[in-house]
């Protein structure tokens, strides 16, 4: 199946919806991204690695959310909003390597360094993205 066809199919699906009005909640899910990726590292260094990893985690589906958000989504399900960024963002920003990385996130496992660093990159990439994308 396509990615073209898996959005479709969502997009019927109680998962996926459009909703315009969620690109004004862009900077919120990039800026509660941020907070979370900070709060994974003080975890870390506090030597709470599960929730470190779980924040770490919590950063990259921020960030993940807010793209979908600025593509004119509302999301109920992490499959579809797997899907969005395939369909709206994977060569245009993001690459199989960053989707690699969401997926990786996931399964919350360290070591604490690769989580942050994982995190970090999406972050940015799609701080990234959202600052080329045009306005409205």
């Known amino acids: 199946m396509t990615i073209k066809a898996d959005l ?4 019927r699906s109680p998962y ?9 909640q862009v900077a919120q899910q990039l800026e509660g991204a941020r907070e ?3 709060q994974a590292r ?3 260094q506090e030597e709470d690695e599960a929730t470190g990893l779980k924040q770490a985690w919590g950063a990259m589906y921020r ?3 807010a793209l979908v958000y600025a593509a004119g989504y509302d999301v109920d399900g992490l499959r ?7 369909a709206h963002y994977v ?6 390597e960053d989707m690699t990385a969401f997926r990786q996130a996931q399964q919350l496992v360290g070591p604490p360094e690769a989580a ?18 045009p306005a409205g």
């Open 116 to 133: 942050v660093e994982r995190a970090r990159a999406f972050v940015e990439k799609v701080t990234g993205i959202l600052q080329k994308a």
């Open 63 to 65: 960030a993940g959310r």
């Open 16 to 24: 996926l919806w459009e909703d315009e009005s969620k690109r004004e």
């Open 80 to 86: 579809c909003l797997e899907i969005v960024l395939w």
């Open 8 to 11: 479709e199919r969502c997009l």
């Open 42 to 44: 003080v975890s870390f």
């Open 91 to 96: 060569g245009q920003g993001l690459d199989e």
């Open 36 to 38: 979370l990726l900070e």
